[in-house]
């Protein structure tokens, strides 16, 4: 089992397999994009499956592929079926943002993808466009039918954004009525890549909820999983649930059980840290297994109390500000 200098069970890991992204979420990355990592930069499978191997015998159960949009990198299928293949690895999820995924959700399944992260923060073809400067809100609801079809479990991450969506709130908790999916509503965080000034949160959890508790008041609230980042409810009589992530206010933190890679082989033991270690570079120096192994568990004794204390560590003059693409959200 892996623990950290907390005493907490880490066995969670999100490896971004890209920073590339076929949207341009104002609230992730500026409309030009980013200064994109090189091929040479990246990561390559080979070296995430190697660290992936050493991880799950260290202790990590799940694995969650993110980015970036995880399919504009080329042979992610090929990846995902080799992971998929990892002894111990219990669950291997992805998140996307379905623009490239319909077509690919029979063969997640076959190599038994269970569940899928779908990003989408309107049901309004307008306001995609607006937020993602992308016209494929069509698409992206083409790969939910096709997960809910393939009865994949489907998790709707929605970003609350004042002023943007937020009268998609109350849409997306009545699709639950007949859909059975969660929708988590998800605190903006200032991880934008400078694309724009973030000014402080206004749609915090709690407005988030009264929100909702004010159009269905028989809200119920739900058993949240021990290491649960969601508040979890449900609306008697509706299929799906809700959950709200407090994920600026940053209340998860005490139970938090998981770790991050970036595209270029960074470990952040916290998503608000600026990197612990880098991962590539250790491998690239010819590291036998068992000094990766060290480093890692290392990198775990030595992780912070909370999101505010790895941000307070990070190097001077750095706030947290980096593309969520770069990070793997
Ligand atoms: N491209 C994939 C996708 O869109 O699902 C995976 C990567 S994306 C960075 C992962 C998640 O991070 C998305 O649900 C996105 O909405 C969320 N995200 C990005 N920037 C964010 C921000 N500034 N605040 C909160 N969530 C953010």
Known sequence: MLTDNHGRKINYLRLAVTDRCNLRCFYCMPEEGLNWLSRKELLTYEEMLRTC?????????????????????????????????????????????????????????????????????????????????????????????????????????????????????????????????????????????????????????????????????????????????????????????????AAYSRTFCGTCNRIRITPDGVLKTCLYDDGVMNIKDIIRSGFSDDELKAKLQEAMNNRAKDGWEAERNRALNDPAHESMATIGG
């Open 53 to 245: 191997h050493l991880l799950v015998k260290m202790g990590i159960e799940k694995i969650r592929i993110t980015g970036g949009e995880p399919f504009v990198r080329k042979d992610m299928m090929k990846l995902l079926s080799a992971l998929s293949k990892i002894q111990g690895l219990n669950e291997l999820t992805i998140t996307t943002n379905g623009v490239l995924t319909a077509s690919l959700v029979p063969e997640l399944k076959r190599i038994g993808v269970k569940s899928v992260n779908l990003s989408l923060d309107t049901l309004d073809a307008n306001r995609f466009f607006a937020i993602t400067h992308r016209d494929e809100f069509d698409k992206v609801m083409e790969t939910l039918d096709q997960l809910l079809k393939y009865d994949i479990n489907v998790k709707i991450n929605a970003v609350v954004m004042d002023g943007k969506n937020t009268q998609d709130i109350i849409p997306l908790v009545e699709m639950t009525k007949d859909t059975p999916v969660s929708v988590r509503f998800i605190e903006e965080m200032p991880f934008n890549g400078e694309g724009h000034i973030y000014s402080g949160l206004k749609w915090d959890y709690k407005r988030i909820l009264d929100e909702i508790t004010a159009k269905y008041p028989a809200i119920q609230k739900l058993h949240d999983e021990s290491y649960s980042t969601s508040y979890n409810y449900n609306i008697p009589g509706h299929k799906g649930d809700i959950g709200v992530i």
